[in-house]
């Protein structure tokens, strides 16, 4: 028998081809799912059952929570990273470590194919597929929902003729879950006016009182919230744990996906939105404007590399290098209080704090050069305009 690694959820589509691929088309099929921070131990028991129950030769649940943060999420930080100004990437983040590992796993058994259940609809499909032919092109790869168009009314049947009959009924806001933010779709999201209703989101308003926190970063990584050292995954869970209990870190999204066409979805990232405007809060502290200004261009490219599924380019990995060494002084605190539905930047406290004002204050007395100092640079720094106006005669 061919042996295929099938990317497995448990949701529909997987099941589908759990079940297609080793009836119809006479594959092993050894089910895999990746863990970035989003399954609980019984759900990963109860995804075992069902993949085994539809025909799977096996079932592997990969732990790559702290991969992803060492590969990726580091990186959206160090780079501030916010698509549109809005949205973390929480799930094509993910999709890139998720794709690694399957594709890694893969090799290790020797399977000759790969398959996963996007539909010919969306942004997955060419993580994954990117992904898998870079990595691996001589391992085929089976994509039977995208390839046969097949409908979710059309799988249900397939399944239920097969005697699967679990509950296939469609829940009405589907979520997503991981360590950098849950992804949220509904009907409101398949709209430009509908915003999602206070409901659709997985954490409720339970915190009414302001809180202050203390996120303490080292070199551009948070390591402590309050004093507490933790790793940087275990901290940035338990900011999550906190924060989701104001309700802040909603949104929605709206962007071009990689096949073209425009996109809306809700999100929810308390952890990631406070995370990342503390630290870039910090940055302005501690790092020059010209690091600030190459920062952001080199973030945002990061950011829309990854998201199209680019990971692999070598020119990540530069970016990387870049990133990582503008983090050398972004060490120190940054103090946060916590609001229900948002949070307030309080300030900052750092041994690199470029606001030293031993240099003088901005808009008060200077200490470090005199008024004709002051007076010399301006005359030489308006020099440039003065040429351009004798010589044009004009300001248009």
């Known amino acids: 028998m061919k042996k295929l690694v099938l990317a497995y959820s448990g949701g529909l589509d997987t099941s589908y081809c759990a079940k297609y691929l080793s009836k119809e088309e006479g594959f092993q099929v050894h089910a895999v799912s990746v863990n970035t921070g989003g399954f609980s131990a019984e759900e990963i028991q109860e995804i075992e059952q069902k993949a085994l129950a ?9 732990d790559a929570v702290s991969n992803f943060y060492e590969k990726v ?10 698509r549109n100004n809005t949205y973390p990437l929480s799930v094509s983040a993910e999709r890139i470590v998720q794709a690694m590992e399957i594709v890694s796993h893969a090799k290790k058994i020797g399977a000759t194919h790969i398959a996963h259940g996007s539909t010919g609809a969306g942004n997955d499909q060419v993580r994954f597929d990117m992904i898998f032919q870079i990595m691996a092109p001589e391992i085929e790869i089976i994509t039977p929902i995208r390839d046969n168009k097949l409908s979710r009314e059309a799988e249900i049947d397939y399944l239920q003729k097969n005697g699967v009959d679990y509950s296939w009924e469609k829940a009405k806001y589907s979520v997503n879950r991981g360590l950098w933010g849950t992804s949220v779709g509904g009907e409101e999201t398949l709209t430009s006016n509908l915003p999602l209703p206070d409901s659709a989101y997985p954490s409720q308003l339970q915190e009414k009182e302001p809180k202050q926190v203390k996120l303490t970063f080292e070199k551009g990584e948070l390591i402590a919230i309050d004093g507490e050292k933790d790793t940087p995954v275990a901290t940035i869970e338990k900011l999550e744990a906190i924060a989701s209990k104001y309700a802040i870190g909603r949104d929605i999204h709206v962007g071009d996906t990689i096949i073209g066409i ?3 979805v809700g999100f929810e990232a308390s952890a990631p939105l406070i995370i990342i405007k503390a630290h870039h809060l910090l940055e302005k502290h501690t790092l020059s404007k010209w690091q600030q200004y190459q920062k952001e261009q080199l973030g945002n490219f990061y950011g829309m590399l990854l998201h199209e599924g680019n990971y692999l380019d070598e020119v990540m990995r530069n970016i990387e290098a870049f990133l990582t060494d503008t983090q050398k002084n972004v060490s120190g605190d940054v103090f946060v209080s916590l609001y229900p539905f948002q949070f307030r930047l309080d300030g900052i406290d750092s041994p690199h704090d470029l606001m030293n004002a031993s240099f003088g204050s901005y808009g008060e007395m200077n200490k470090g050069w005199t008024a004709d100092d002051a007076k010399g640079f301006i005359k030489i720094l308006s020099n440039s305009g003065k040429i351009a106006t004798h010589v044009n005669q004009n300001h248009d």
Do not use: D
Not at 54 to 62: D, E, K, V
């Open 54 to 62: 539809l025909g799977a030769t096996s079932y592997t649940s990969i």
């Open 262 to 264: 425009k996109g809306r």
């Open 73 to 82: 999420v580091k990186y959206l930080i160090f780079g501030n990273v916010l």
